[in-house]
């Protein structure tokens, strides 16, 4: 079982230039996101993807999923570009036996890493450097007409299902969706995906900001402590997770309708961490 442990929430930030990543101690993290309604993204993504990401995406059936992934592909080349100084199509790109993908150390010396997801309107990428670093992202019309106590089972524990289950309906699915966003990025940011349970941890329901949490994925693993952090806005739930969460989190847009993707990263917005002021009413209590 997990431990969960609060600590200070994300403060607002100011301007930064995008580079300096690659000479931040560690613990400092950047997350970029794309809207995908930004004209024009999709094709530029189309434009500076590998020939085997164009073949991925040729074997999605619909075509807004074809679409999603191609204009995910142009966030993460164009930003990637921009932090290592190379054109979007040549980010030298690897993947593990996992099917995980990293920068090559070689393009990258101080080791930046990064995480990409997306919902069904937005992309989100988060990087760090010389650390892992998990991130998840969903909209809430996703399952906005869905019993998420069904959904809830695999992925919740008794505790965490029974907390939710007393919620109205609003209350309900958005407590659901932090819980999943939040265990998506922490198994992500461990390095397991798919291969842990989602229901193997805790993580607070409600709309707590930043807090640590230790977990032992497996009974061979030694128990890791890892910083969480929330990131949701709107009807979109997000969290990211890494070893080290240092000072405030950088928050960029992408701007898609601009297509040519030598200029876009030269112009990023910085926008400062705004939270909606949520009422604690119908909010549910932390594990």
Known sequence: MSQINFVSPISRVGALEPRTLLQAALGEIHVWRL???????????????????RARAERFRFLPDRERFCQSRFLLRVVLGE??????????????????PSVDEMASPRGLQF?????RSMALLALAIGQSIGIDVEDIGAVE??????????ICTKHEREAIAK???????????????????????????????????????????????????????KESTYQMADLS?????AAVAAPVISNSIQIFDLHGQETDPGSIAERPTTISRQRDDESNSGEAPSP
């Open 115 to 119: 995480n990409l997801t997306h919902s």
């Open 35 to 53: 809207e995908f309604s930004s004209l024009g993204s999709a094709r530029a993504g189309w434009q500076v993807m590998s020939d085997e990401e």
């Open 167 to 221: 919620l109205e309906q609003e209350g309900r699915t958005r407590a659901f969706l932090r819980c999943w966003t939040r265990k998506e990025a922490l198994l992500k940011a461990v390095g397991v995906g798919l291969l842990g349970r989602l229901d193997g941890f805790e993580v607070p329901l409600d709309c707590s900001k930043r807090w640590d949490i230790q977990w032992r994925p497996d009974s061979w693993s």
């Open 83 to 100: 932090y290592l100084g190379l054109d979007p199509s040549k980010v030298p790109m690897i993947v593990d036996e996992h099917g995980k």
């Open 233 to 237: 806005f709107g009807n979109h739930l």
């Open 145 to 154: 007409n869905t019993d998420v106590t069904t959904l809830a089972e695999g």
